[in-house]
Every structure is written in structure tokens, then in C-alpha cells.
């Protein structure tokens, strides 16, 4: 018996064998089969059960991600720059909309969005992807629009984006509309 608050080792020895049902290192799980990992309101659960459930729960969440939007058109301005230092020393063709951005011969490397811009602004160059940095400079020249950071090489136009619902840049549509000369913001130089 206990004793000034102490509790003899007997009665601890004692106590913890109640507490084993069974007397399995499992405790009460050992009135369940072996697969039985837990017990919820009654009901014993397998680890087959939770891993089921689990690759359900992806499957569905796959399934929402991978379900098409249809792309949205929105503004976007078609730009080349020189940069000059090392590591991107070089001329870049970037499509810039108001959340996302694209570097189309870099990181975003897309041939064929590529070729279609330089057949949409013709300016006496083949469109073929070695002529890109000679109507990279030409397109910098003739649509000339300085900046604070790039006062000489810069040049932009305006065109719309076809951007997918997860951010991929899809396709580049011409400006056409009334009033507005072939998409430049300047007109083009002599």
C-alpha cells in the first residue's frame, strides 16, 4: 500500500500488467488482427486503408490541377535589350505581361514563339534562330524606346499574349487595331 505518498514497486509491477490487455507490446490493438494500426470511433483501420485513402487524396488534387482553363489574351510588350557583364552579356527577347515575364531565348527558350515574332516585325532578316541577335539589334533600332537603365539598345512593341491558366506563354497575336501603327509605341525610325 502507499505509504507518506510513496507507492511500493509492487503495486507499479502490478498496475502496468492491468494496463497491457493481452499482454502484447500493441496494448489494446492486440483483440484487432496485425495489420490494425488504429481504432477510430470503433471502427479498426489498416495501414492499406490509410495509404488507399491517401493516394485517392492525390489523384483528386492531381486531377483538379492538371483540369484545363481556357487561356486568357492579355496585353503584353515584346521587348530586346542589350545587357552588358558577365554572365548574361548578350542581346535577350523578353514578352512582359503585368504579372509574368518570359526571356524567350534563355531560360523560356521557345523556337517556335521565337520565329513567329520575327516574321511579325520583317526587318530584313531571314526568321531563322541564327539570325536572332542581327533582328534583335534591327528590332532595338527600328522600335527604339529608351529607358532610365537602357537610354541606346531598347526596343519595345505591343502585342497580346495567350497565356495558359498555369502561366505558360501559349502564343504572341499581333496588335491590330484601328488607329494604332503595327503595334510600336514609337513609330518606327527612318
Known amino acids: 500500500m502507499a505509504r507518506y505518498g510513496f507507492v511500493r ?3 507499479i509491477k502490478k498496475n502496468l500488467a ?6 502484447s507490446e500493441r496494448g489494446f490493438l492486440s483483440n484487432y ?8 470511433n470503433g471502427k479498426p483501420v489498416t495501414k492499406t486503408d490509410i495509404l488507399q485513402a491517401k493516394r485517392e487524396r492525390q489523384q483528386r488534387n492531381l486531377k483538379l490541377k492538371r ?4 487561356p486568357v489574351i492579355s496585353p503584353c510588350f515584346i521587348s530586346t ?3 552588358k557583364g558577365f554572365p548574361f552579356d548578350g542581346w535577350w527577347l523578353c514578352v512582359y505581361i503585368l504579372k509574368n515575364s518570359w526571356t524567350l531565348d534563355f531560360r523560356d527558350y521557345r523556337e517556335d514563339i521565337i520565329l513567329k515574332i520575327m516574321r511579325m516585325y520583317p526587318l530584313g532578316h531571314l526568321p531563322i534562330i541564327n539570325n536572332l541577335e542581327a533582328w534583335e539589334e534591327s528590332f532595338a533600332d527600328t522600335y527604339h ?10 526596343g519595345a512593341v505591343i502585342a497580346w499574349a495567350e497565356v495558359s491558366s498555369d502561366g ?3 502564343d ?3 496588335n491590330n487595331r484601328k488607329g494604332h501603327r503595327g503595334g510600336s509605341l514609337v513609330s518606327p525610325s527612318p
Open 67 to 70: 483540369l484545363s482553363f481556357d
Open 18 to 23: 492491468l494496463l497491457k490487455i493481452g499482454n
Open 9 to 11: 514497486e509492487e503495486e
Open 81 to 83: 535589350f542589350k545587357n
Open 33 to 40: 488482427p496485425p495489420d490494425v494500426v488504429r481504432v477510430i
Open 168 to 170: 505558360r506563354l501559349l
Open 172 to 174: 504572341i497575336l499581333p
Open 145 to 154: 524606346y529608351p529607358t532610365k537603365k537602357r537610354p541606346r539598345k531598347h
